[in-house]
């Protein structure tokens, strides 16, 4: 890791405080004395995570371009988009609610990938961009609002419930919001912070 040499650590299982050698690789850092992990260095990190950040920002954006459900009741069908259900809410006094899912289901996760690509961008190409430290903050912050399992789950229960009165169908939205799902734990499993950060400083500390 760039500039962790003088950067020091405590094992949360013996409470010895642990120098962090430099980056020299994927691996993990282990206590000197107990051998517990502290931390992991994940391969190629920065090329993995913005891939799959630039795939999720796609899928992102075309989440509510095409209908998630259709459901057939009598001769008659209703095509329901990623904003259908949250915008009938707004009409009553369910607005708060609806705010919540249109940010946990659609604003979080799509804020989660522009920031990691603002971020990763620079890292890779050794470039400066203004208050890439803080919007890598607020990104790690929206990545816990990203609920979009919660969605897709309620869609699978959904066509369970509701084919007991009609057919349902799963529409082309369906499979973009499941593809915006995996690219956003994919991107969060192979995101380095402790990398991520020091490059950063070090583009900080860089003369321009």
Known sequence: MDGAENKTIICHGCDILNHIPPWNGPGRVSCARCGETLL???PETVN??????VAGLCLALLSNAYPVLTF???GNSASNFLTTGPLQLMNGIYWPLA??????????????????????????????????????????TSGKWCLIEVYAAGILVAITKLDEMGSTEMDMGAYILFGLFLCSILATKCLDREFIWEKLVKLQKAKP
């Open 72 to 74: 057939n009741f009598k």
């Open 40 to 42: 992991m260095w994940k």
């Open 48 to 53: 993995r995570t913005l891939s799959f950040a």
């Open 99 to 140: 705010l919540i899912i249109l940010w946990t289901s659609l604003f979080a996760p799509a804020f989660k990938m522009i920031g990691l690509t603002y971020v990763l961008i620079p890292v890779k190409f050794g470039w400066r961009f203004p208050g890439v430290t803080r919007v890598f903050k607020y990104t790690l």
